[in-house]
């Protein structure tokens, strides 16, 4: 149900379920855009400080020129074995807004030429620019799995496997990461939403409903990490950064310090 501006909003809850070595929940509230990358959202300039899609957001190549998104995509695949060609895929984002953004988890669902599935990719973020991108199978129902293969949050070691539950959204959005370790499910994070077509006055409804969301975002996980820390969680401390690696290869000099 894309809007005028061929995007869509999703009004979200999120929530995160630590299930050990202690029982820990939090959720918030926010909103979410799923775009075309061949059609990002023209938004007119008075808005734009509420809504951008900016290149270097999410660009995990080697350093030089940015190239759009896409392209940055597609050289990840094709890197794995996957051609995207002139196929469609959508992303699952925060928009830059009040000069701000952070996404926890940025998906892509890739279709080739034919509308077919191909695949898809879930994009981690971190607090101090760090990312990671996953590569999935298509799923009828959006499931896969990965191992945990690099540095994540201060309280959990580098092992582990994540399942995943990430079905291409409609009017409802409904995804969900478990964290799986040796004895048993550790960690759970679940994405709930409502669409809205996107467009000037969905997004001004929008940032009026959850102002300064980015910017919460970030703070939420660092108020909640340091609670963590307060109660005795040991800290697994963060390796130094290394040289660049290309986009999804283990990095073990990574951080998401997501609680």
Not at 1 to 11: E, I, N, R, S
Not at 81 to 90: A, D, I, M, N
Request: one cysteine or more.
């Amino acid at each position: 149900m894309p809007g005028p501006w061929g995007a869509v909003l999703y009004d979200t809850v999120t929530t995160h379920v630590r299930t050990a070595p202690s029982r820990r929940q939090f959720r918030h509230r926010g909103y979410l855009w799923l775009v075309d990358l061949d059609r990002l959202p023209p938004v007119p300039r008075p808005l734009r400080p509420l809504a951008r899609f900016p290149v270097g957001d999410h660009l995990l190549g080697p350093p030089g020129p940015a190239p759009t998104v896409r392209q940055d995509l597609a050289r990840f695949l094709e890197g794995r074995g996957v051609r995207l060609g002139g196929g469609r895929v959508l992303m699952l984002a925060q928009a830059r807004s009040l000069g701000h953004v952070f996404n926890p988890l940025t998906v892509y669902w890739c279709r080739d030429e034919t509308g077919r599935p191909l695949c898809t990719v879930a994009e981690v973020h971190n607090t101090y620019g760090g990312r990671h991108r996953y590569l999935l199978p298509p799923d009828p129902r959006g499931r896969g799995g990965t191992d945990k293969d690099f540095y994540v949050s201060p309280f959990f070691p580098v092992d582990g496997r994540y399942t995943m539950l990430l079905p291409e959204p409609g009017e409802r959005l409904r995804l969900t990461v478990h964290l799986e370790r040796p004895g048993g499910r550790a960690f759970t994070a679940t994405v709930r939403g409502t669409a809205r077509p996107a467009g000037p006055a969905a997004l001004l409804r929008a940032a009026l409903a959850h102002p300064f969301a980015t910017w919460a975002v970030s703070l939420h996980i660092r108020y909640q990490g340091v609670r963590l820390w307060l109660s005795g969680l040991p800290v697994h401390p963060r390796p130094p950064a290394g040289p660049y690696r290309p986009a999804g290869t283990p990095a073990p000099t990574e951080e998401v310090p997501t609680p």
